[in-house]
């Protein structure tokens, strides 16, 4: 990969200020995002996967400056959009969309389809009704939405389809990036894999590169070219969807993967699992050292006291972990 | 020890009659786990509400048979039920919360619990908490009784509930998407947990996922529902190796692979399932069905004794 990242992050941080001053506990830090660098080639699908709370929602917000961020730097095609105003963001914001888990709460319920979709065409680009309607048409199709669903309110629709009109959305301004957090999570398996499909083909048409966030993991292989995994507020493993899976490197992801229950009984009985004892640590007080020694079954005192960088391996691998499990 | 023949559950809503469940039938046997699958709203939950006696819905209408250990249940008095529940069946849900207050600690609760259905007192309440806490391994069971349940992780808060769930030693365990909301590798701590209580308590449970890798890792047999019925039922084996059911089939295909080759697509079933409002006269599934045929326009029975399916395709895969 040589040509230039459409986004790159340079050691991007995010930290929530909670609590009030005048309680026991007082303001409390939470390290939402530590030092992430991660570059976003064209045309590619990179996903961010981990627990709950290890910061992959804050993270793909930060991307698409959704939050303003704490340190670190952004560029997006180039331009350096780290400090850009909202009012600066919004003839970039075109090129840069979020598709979110549950459409239904970022659709009015009072309007109609036809004005959901024409929305974004509307306060974006200067076009007149007839344009307006010929696109809004053009764009129910390619999410496999037929005309008649036009009129419709957002409570007629099923699940798979209210996500199909938010992707409508989405890619209403032809955005070149999308950063999908959980966007098929909320949907049974068999719709699930409608829209897993949708987000290919239109990746293919359109020339899309996805941020796919997700916690299930085996969505997460079949639709990412790269896979980031993350673990209280750092991307500990980086590398191909393929060779993660096949040869996790550092032990989190290891254990992550061998959790993952097997439906396949003919392969069920080669696996192994690790079991991780405990619970992920708070991002108010993270460990020192490595963030996972106290879960790690091969922890040192070197673990306990420095902090791994992420590295580059052999291949594409990156990974940080003082003692990585395959070189 | 479970039995349920013909169970019939409807609401009457603003829309007229609504049949949620329509003539489910399936045993439990003794320390056997069953585990029920199905997307949501294929009726789930429902059907195992009514075995717990806790549909309180004034419009529903619950028909058929439900008999543990032989005592029919339907029908059965509200405060027969109450003693019924925790003592011999007792059921856990997706968020524990359904099953906990937020004001008192985690051992007063597991205490309470126990002294509803036994002649013991308090301290021994307590010291029985602490063991079951210990057993759904819980670390320092004795600090954890101090805690309220907001002080404890989703994961630490299942393992709570499980344990007062186990309170009174209960023969029937329904857990209701007991890790849906759980990341995995705590999920596999709570299906390592729920294995466990079967070997050495011999359980008899009844696991209610929409998850095929769950089911692979925790059920004996497999029931499948589809709209409000039993589409395929078999061993865990015969669900998962050799599916007869087009929906079973294509359920289990649409899942993306852990390993080996990713398709360039995933088989995806078209549609989506239908509503109960307006269910399609015949095979629920017929409208999304890739094998449909003429007869299909019929209801067809769950038929072929032990691995059974309710399709007219009567031809092995
Ligand atoms: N707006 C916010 N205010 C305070 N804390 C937040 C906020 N958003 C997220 N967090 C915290 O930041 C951490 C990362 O959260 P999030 O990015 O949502 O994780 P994920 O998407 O991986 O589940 C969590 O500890 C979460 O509680
Ligand atoms: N009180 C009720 N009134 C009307 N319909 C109900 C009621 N409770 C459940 N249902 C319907 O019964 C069907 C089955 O629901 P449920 O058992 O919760 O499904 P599952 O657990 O498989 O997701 C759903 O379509 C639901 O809308
Ligand atoms: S650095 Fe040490 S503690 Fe951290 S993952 Fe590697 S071996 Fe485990
Ligand atoms: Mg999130
Ligand atoms: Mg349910």
């Known amino acids: ?327 | 020890m479970l039995e349920v023949r013909d169970l019939r559950i409807s609401f009457r809503t603003e829309h007229g009659r609504v049949r949620a469940i329509d003539g489910v039938s399936f045993d439990v046997a003794e320390s056997e786990i069953l585990g029920v699958v199905g997307e949501s709203g294929s009726g789930k939950t429902i059907s195992l509400l009514a075995v717990m006696g806790l549909i309180n819905d004034p419009n529903a209408v619950i028909e058929g048979s439900i008999k543990l250990r032989g005592r029919e249940l339907i029908g059965l008095k509200a405060s027969e039920m109450r003693k019924l529940r925790g003592r011999e069946i007792a059921m856990i849900f997706q968020d524990p919360m359904t099953a906990m207050t937020p004001v008192y600690t985690i051992g007063w609760q597991i205490a309470e619990q126990i002294m509803v259905h036994e002649r013991i007192g308090k301290k021994a309440a307590l010291a029985r908490a602490i063991d079951l806490l210990a057993e759904v391994n819980i670390p320092n069971p004795r600090e954890a009784i101090e805690r309220y349940p907001h002080q404890l992780s989703g994961g630490m808060r299942q393992r709570a509930v499980i344990a007062m769930a186990l309170s009174c030693n209960p023969a029937l365990l329904i857990a209701d998407e007991p890790t849906t909301a759980l990341d995995v590798t705590v999920q596999a701590q709570i299906l390592d947990l729920i294995r466990k209580l079967r070997r050495v308590h011999k359980s008899a449970i009844v696991f209610i996922t929409h998850d095929m890798g769950v089911i692979a890792e925790t059920a004996d047999r497999v029931m499948v529902m589809y709209s409000g019925r039993v589409v395929e039922r078999g061993t865990k084996a015969e669900i998962l190796l050799e599916p007869r059911h087009p929906y079973t089939k294509a359920l289990l295909d649409s899942i993306p692979p852990l390993e080996g080759e990713k398709p360039r697509r995933l088989k995806s079933i078209p549609g989506s399932p239908p509503s109960l409002l307006d269910l399609p006269k015949g095979c629920s599934f017929g409208p999304r069905c890739p094998s449909r045929f003429d007869k299909c326009a019929e209801k067809p029975p769950l038929e072929g004794g032990a691995h059974a399916a309710a399709c007219f395709l009567k031809a092995a895969p």
């Open chain 1, 1 to 327: 990969m040589t040509a230039a990242p459409l986004l790159e992050a340079r050691n991007v941080t995010k930290q929530f200020v909670i609590g009030n001053r005048f309680t026991a506990q007082g303001l409390r830090t939470v390290h939402a995002v530590d030092a992430v660098s991660l570059k976003i080639m064209p045309g590619e699908t990179v996903g961010l996967v981990g627990e709950s709370g290890c910061g992959k929602s804050t993270l793909g917000r930060c991307m698409t400056r959704l939050y303003d961020i704490t340190g670190g730097e952004l560029y997006f095609e180039g331009v350096d959009i780290t400090t850009k105003t909202l009012r600066q963001m919004r003839p970039l914001r075109q090129r840069m969309q979020m598709v979110f888990q549950d459409p239904y709460a970022s659709l009015n319920p009072r309007r109609r389809i036809r004005d959901l979709i024409a929305e974004p065409l509307r306060v974006h680009l200067r076009l007149s009704e007839t344009e307006v309607r010929d696109r809004v048409r053009q764009l129910l199709d390619v999410v496999g939405l037929s005309p008649d669903h036009m009129d419709r309110f957002p409570h007629e629709f099923s699940g798979g389809q209210r996500q199909r009109i938010g992707i409508a959305r989405a890619i209403a301004l032809e955005p070149s990036l999308i950063v999908a957090d959980e966007p098929v999570s909320a949907l049974d398996v068999s719709v699930q894999a409608q829209i897993v499909n949708l987000l290919a083909d239109l990746q293919e048409r359109l020339s899309l590169t996805y941020v796919f966030i997700a916690h299930d993991l085996s969505v997460v292989r079949q639709v990412s070219t790269r896979i980031a995994v993350m673990y209280l507020g750092s991307i500990v493993e980086l590398g191909s969807a393929n060779d993660i899976f096949a040869k996790p490197s550092h032990p989190y992801t290891q254990a992550l993967i061998s959790a993952v229950p097997q439906p396949d009984l003919k392969k069920a009985g080669e696996r192994k699992r690790i079991v991780l004892t405990g619970d992920v640590p708070s991002p108010i007080n993270p460990p020192q050292g490595c963030r996972f020694h106290p879960r790690c079954p091969f922890a040192t005192d070197k673990c306990r006291e420095e902090r791994p960088v992420l590295t580059e391996m052999a291949g594409t691998r990156s990974v940080a972990c003082h003692y990585p499990l395959t070189a």
